[in-house]
């Protein structure tokens, strides 16, 4: 549905060149949900405004069903819009139009008349809750209320194709977590393609299909929400993923010094993060059965699920002689459970000082 093809985007600004997009390649499928996770400055908001031409890339090619948007004259491009519907994070409504005529505008500014309109807006001030605030203005809405204007402005013109640009950052976690619920009753009802863009991981957890991370102006990494969450290869997209997890250390550790040097400390800390059907299975228990002399000690669990896949993450300490700590690794990387080594820490934290 959209193809990006060697995107750059070099700004020429009064302070000087702006590599903003340094070729960029991403293929996003008819109806997929797909989210741009990246530090502020990294391109997200380039990269998206790249699709609708709201930016010209300085080189590359993108597609948007089928259609080469670089090669579009204005008038054509205006056109191709309607296809393309997008929601930012201050919701940019226009403060002195009510609801409704937010909503009505892009059927207006593309001419059509007024029953027509009245037909159009209905269904969507329904479909986003509204009904009951056609004619009031912006600024006596909610964050999210000002957020589903937006959406249902967006859908106006029945677009294959909606992009949000930070949609939810500037809203609380239950209000963001409407408008994400909103946005995927939308992607499934109204077969549409969804580009999000956002810097909050919890974000892409909770809707996204895949995603890519861009770092200063390159993928660095992307694969299946699934995928890049339980197994994530880039820094920075470890980064992403340990804001979600900060909390999963004991408090009684938090902050401690940790090392990998085992002179540290007597409790070497893993990360234990179990998948699918496996997510319950035994393998604790096991090893330490299996492990003379080992102690285990669970200090963190969870068992979540990303698009309907268990996926238990577990902070266990060990202790007990070199032999039976190597034997518990060795144990583990034999079975279907990825392990990472957090390090060392001091068994009794009340006695670091
Ligand atoms: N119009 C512009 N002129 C010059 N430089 C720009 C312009 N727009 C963006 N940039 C620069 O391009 C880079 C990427 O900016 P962009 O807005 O795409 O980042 P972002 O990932 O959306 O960041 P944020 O999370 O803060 O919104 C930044 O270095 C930014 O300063
Ligand atoms: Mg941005």
């Known amino acids: 549905m959209i193809k990006l ?18 070729g960029i390649d991403l293929h996003i499928a008819r109806g997929e949900i797909y989210g741009i996770i990246g530090l502020s400055g990294a391109g997200k908001s380039t990269l998206v405004r790249c699709i609708n031409m709201l930016e010209r890339p300085t080189a590359g090619k993108v597609f948007v069903d089928g259609q080469d948007m670089t090669a579009l004259t204005e008038s054509e491009l205006r056109q191709a819009r309607k296809s393309i519907g997008m929601i930012f994070q201050h919701f940019n409504l226009l403060s ?40 009031q203005y912006p600024a006596q809405l909610s964050g999210g209320q000002k957020q589903r204007v937006g959406i249902a402005r967006a859908l106006a013109n029945r677009p294959k194709v909606l992009l949000c640009d930070e949609a939810t950052s500037a809203l609380d976690p239950q209000t963001t977590k409407s408008i994400l619920d909103l946005i995927r009753v939308i992607n499934e009802t109204m077969s ?12 892409i957890k909770e809707l996204c299909d895949k995603v890519a991370v861009i770092s200063d102006g390159v993928i660095a990494e992307r694969g299946s929400v699934l995928e890049v969450f339980t197994n994530p290869r880039h820094d920075i997209t470890k980064e992403f993923i340990s804001v979600l997890l900060s909390n ?5 550790f938090r902050g401690n ?15 234990l993060i179990f998948l699918g059907e496996r997510a319950d ?19 963190f669990g969870n068992l979540d699920e990303i698009h309907g896949v268990p996926f238990g993450r577990f902070i266990i300490g060990l202790s007990g002689e070199d032999e039976a700590i190597n034997g518990a690794l060795n144990f583990l990387s034999g079975r279907d459970v990825r392990v990472e080594v957090i390090g060392y820490v001091r068994r009794n934290p009340a006695a670091v000082d």
Not at 248 to 252: F, G, N, Q, V
Not at 257 to 271: C, F, K, N, P, W
């Open 257 to 271: 010094e940790i090392s990998q040097d085992r002179t540290h400390g007597s409790l070497l800390l893993l990360r």
């Open 281 to 299: 299975d035994p393998v604790l228990a096991e090893m330490i059965r299996t492990c003379k002399g080992l102690e285990c000690t669970m200090l």
């Open 5 to 22: 093809i060697g995107i750059e985007k070099i700004y020429d600004s009064a302070a000087g060149k702006v590599h903003a997009l340094k």
């Open 192 to 203: 549409l393609t969804v580009v999000v863009i956002t810097h909050e991981m919890q974000v």
């Open 96 to 135: 002195s139009a009510t609801v409704y005529e937010n909503i009505a505008f892009p059927l207006k500014l593309s001419g059509t008349d007024d029953t027509t309109i009245r037909k159009k807006v209905s269904p969507l001030l329904e479909l986003v809750g509204l009904s009951d605030k056609a004619n």
């Open 248 to 252: 999963e250390l004991p408090a009684a």
